[in-house]
């Protein structure tokens, strides 16, 4: 767990707001979303096959004391490609961003990836890379397939995952992660 300090994630949402006012803001703290957004999200904010629920709805100062793990906006395509343009310029390398969907970004500490997760959890258990299985559907998980020494992607995942990864297996509603582990994990 590698975090963005709370000082830091309330003024990336200030600024995000007064920018694109539209935005709709979420943090993830530890493994769970919490948001200040009390009314219905608007259907072009929520990424394709997703719901908007957090745990927690409340006022951001009542959360926003604690070191963040994600910071995620919620808006049309057109704000969030605002936000990739904007947010870098603003806060360089205090944050890395990307897009895992047209309607969803997603923040988190610098240098944070899947593929460092990966790195330090093989580590601890003495695990190479060759030996792990990475399946993965989008950007945030193209760092992870490129590291593993086997990596499975969805069939439903953008063309720059699927030629990313050694294989491509079903899509996420055909079981694909289950036809992954059956097939290179449990040989």
Known sequence: HIS???ALVRRVIDFARRRC?????SVEIIDKLYSDHFGIVPVEAIPAGRSFSPDVIAAMETF????VTRVMFHAKPSIIE?????????????ISLFRSDSRLL?????????????????KSFGITRDNV???GDSTNDLSMLQWAGISAAMANGPEHIRKAAKYVVPSN????????????ALV
């Open 106 to 122: 997603q923040l988190v500490a610098p240098d944070t990836s899947k593929a460092i997760a990966l790195d330090f959890v093989g």
């Open 21 to 25: 006012p539209e935005v709709i803001a």
């Open 133 to 135: 299985l990475a399946v």
């Open 4 to 6: 963005l300090p709370h």
């Open 64 to 67: 926003l004391h604690v070191p």
């Open 173 to 184: 509603r055909e079981d694909g992660v289950a036809v992954a582990i059956e097939r290179f």
């Open 82 to 94: 605002d936000l990739c343009y904007l947010l870098p310029q603003r806060f360089q390398k205090r």
